[in-house]
């Protein structure tokens, strides 16, 4: 086989894990059929722009990549959430070859096809059973559903992704054994809407191992926990049904971990917002499910400064952030989205005040996440190890999901490997990480 003459296909993906789950599928087709990813813009023979046009940093942060790619290469393909506005892009680069959507996989392939047709070679039409994944070998990202039914008025992706679609279970299982025996180690469930999954199949049966399995997440979780890898759920909405997602965490089913943007906890806001507005009962359901699985790990996201918010709406938040003592907190400043109904709503917040909430939010979860590593000091902990290098090995724990939340340092153990999972002292905290000994 000569792999000098397989076509190469340069990729910068933008934008949330969903839309590098839309790459890894893009890649794989591609790789089945003999085309190599390209490290350089020279080498490739087309470059492929997965975007993102979720706030404003994010669609400028794209342009600027489609420029760049134009400059250095001059044949490029655009797709993904920005594709939608296809004059904005064409603003900038008139000349890109073509322009589709977010998960137009099919028209995407055809357009690499059509810049630099395959190699039809059965050597390099071979590609392993996990597919091409641009996260490490030993994590991944399993897509459910693509779309929301929601209506939050500072979001649009139901209007660029649609409604709920899920997947039935049975395929997404399959593809988990498949990533399993592959030597994945972690699955990390994403969607929109996790705790929907399924609502528009009407929970149908489907085939798993010659048995109907329900699709919906209960049903995804307790089968993906029979498949020996780390199981994380994230994007879960606050539905009632989370209730039974945090029985499988407490029988170890699947990873103690909930991942659960819950936005904000003023009810004004979160009115405004078009969200469910109870802050106490999402702190009364918090303590109930602290009692169900006492080791569960909450991660949350929330939005300061949205149209409206007065600083007793933020005060409120504070109060709530002290009281549920979540594990995980991310934060952002509210921004206009292009097309959102928030943009329209009185009274926005300026820019130095969204600022200033921001900081004093960021102070206080950074205490609280100080405070509760510190707990962490004695306890012997499963590591899974994400990176070693001269230094010493980098993993992380049941409570941290890759990317966006701490690491575990084990300075000094270089003899270990991606993936690998090692029992591990904890001797030390820092805000956001923690360093351990091996055991
Ligand atoms: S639930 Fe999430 S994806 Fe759906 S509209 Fe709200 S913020 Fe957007």
Redesign the pocket.
Known sequence: MDKKTAPKVGIISLGCPKALVDSERILTKLGAEGYEISESYEDANVVLVNTCGFIDSAREESLEAIREAMAENGRVIVTGCLGIDEGAIREVAPNVLSVTGPHQYEQVVEAVHDAVPPLHDPFIDLVGPEGMKLTPRHYSYLKISEG?N???KF?I??DIRGPLASRPVGDVLREAERLVDSGVKELLVIS??TSAYGLDLNYANSDWRGNPVKTDMYNLANSLGDLGAWVRLHYV?PYPNVDNAIELMADGKILPYLDIPFQHASPNVLKSMARPAHAEKVLERIEKWRDICPDIAIRSTFIVGYPGETEDDFETLLDFLEDAQLDRVGCFQYENIDGAQANTLPDHVDADEKLSRWERFMEMSQDISERKLLDRIGQSMDVLIDEVTEQGSIGRTYADSPEIDGNVYLDGVTDLKAGDMVKATITKSGAYDLWGEIE
């Open positions: 929301c929601h209506h939050c979001c992706i139901p929109q809407d909405y």
